[in-house]
């Protein structure tokens, strides 16, 4: 390997430590979801669970390529949650990049098209009391719950 390739080698290196993603809240500052590994995910899923778990309800929104894919990834959050169910599913439709809103609360869905926007899952927890706070966590990536 050549010394410029070590190089390259090594700044890719350092910026991926930098970048290493233990909480929640190392996702804020991304535009787009990271790969995640085996034991990220783990941790990750454990303490969204917990806000989820500690919200009265949630919103979600997805970043994607397109609205099949949008839809997919809210469909494996239903699949993977019982008590998150959207109908009316097979209405939607965006053309190119898209930026999907669902709400669990009303049961809501919109997609529209966008462009420029990076790709992931974003989750806020909602609260009827207006002095919890609701935070957002995210973009986790679209295959996050499968």
Do not use: C
């Amino acid at each position: 390997m050549g010394l410029e390739w070590k190089n390259i080698w090594l700044r890719t290196f350092l910026i991926f430590e930098l970048m290493e993603i233990n909480k929640l809240v190392d996702l804020n500052n991304l535009r787009t979801a990271p790969q995640l590994s085996s034991r990220q995910e783990k941790k990750l899923l454990e303490e969204l669970e917990a806000n989820i778990l500690n919200a009265d309800w949630i919103t979600i929104g997805i970043m994607a390529a397109s609205d099949k894919k949008a839809i997919d990834a809210l469909q494996s959050i239903s699949k993977k949650y019982s008590s998150i169910k959207f109908g009316n599913l097979g209405l939607l439709h965006a053309d190119g990049p898209v930026f999907l809103k669902a709400n669990q609360k009303t049961g809501n869905v919109f997609v529209r098209s966008e462009n420029g926007l990076g790709e992931g899952i974003l989750i806020t927890s909602q609260h009827y009391e207006g002095a919890k706070e609701s935070n957002t966590f995210g973009p986790l990536p679209l295959d996050f719950f499968t």
